[in-house]
């Protein structure tokens, strides 16, 4: 049987990834590397990738890349951006990285419109601790943190990430939801945003839907449910804000 052609972006010469298996952050990166290939951008790409389970990509992509501290992963790509424009930089974290120890980092670099590229693999907790209870984590989903089910009266519901920077990236910016269960969508969201940086519109978001099978304790047929069912619920996928210019072009 033919083997699937890897993104050229990825490093496949000597060793394999090292998610789990069934591991939601390999497909959103393998996306990511096809958006990166068929841009052809990858030696302008500096790919920046946060504390958590993301930080097991530092030696996935045969890019530039910068593993920085949790939550810190957005300031330091805008930082980069600033001091190089010609670059396209690319911040990979988890929600918790995203959405709880950075946030005030996604917060800030959103609201001024810097020309970076965010990217936020939701797999409902933190993963790489164990499985902590985050803000993404759904009503009555259990965690280490929350065994007998999240208590949405007490805690709140699902934090809405990507719907909150629409509301706050001013006009230019981009911003959309994915799922590792639409993957030719996501690649597709994936390039539109790289190009929002490339044409020099501002900001861009996409936040994934992703999957832990190792931490949600499910079996395939439970992960897929999980991803396609239960998350979907809450977290809608498509576009949520794209440039005034490019409105035609929106992807449902
Ligand atoms: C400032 C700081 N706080 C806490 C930690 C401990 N820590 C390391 S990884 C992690 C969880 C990461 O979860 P997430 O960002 O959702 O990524 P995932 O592992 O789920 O992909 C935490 C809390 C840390 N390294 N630094
Ligand atoms: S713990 Fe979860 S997020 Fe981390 S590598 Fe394993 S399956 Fe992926």
Redesign the pocket.
Known sequence: MPVPAMPKSWRVDNKPHKFCPGCG?GLVLKCLGKAIDELEIQSRVVYGC?????LLSWDLFNLDTVQT???RTTPVMAGMKRARPELICIAY??????YS?GVQHLVGAAMRNEKITVIV?N?T?????GG?M?PTTLPGQKTETSPYGRDAETTGLPFQGAEMIAAIAPEGAYVARGSVSHLAQLTRFLKKALRNQIDGHGFSFVEALSA?PTNWRTDAAGTWEFVEKDMAEHFKRGEIKIPEKREAAADA
Do not use: V
């Not at 946060?50 to 993301?54: Q, V, Y």
């Not at 974290?93 to 995203?98: F, I, L, P, R």
């Not at 907790?125 to 601790?129: D, E, N, R």
């Open positions: 952050h946060d504390i958590g389970c993301s501290h949790h939550g974290m988890g929600d918790g990285g995203g120890i693999a797999n907790q933190y993963a790489m601790t902590q985050a832990c």
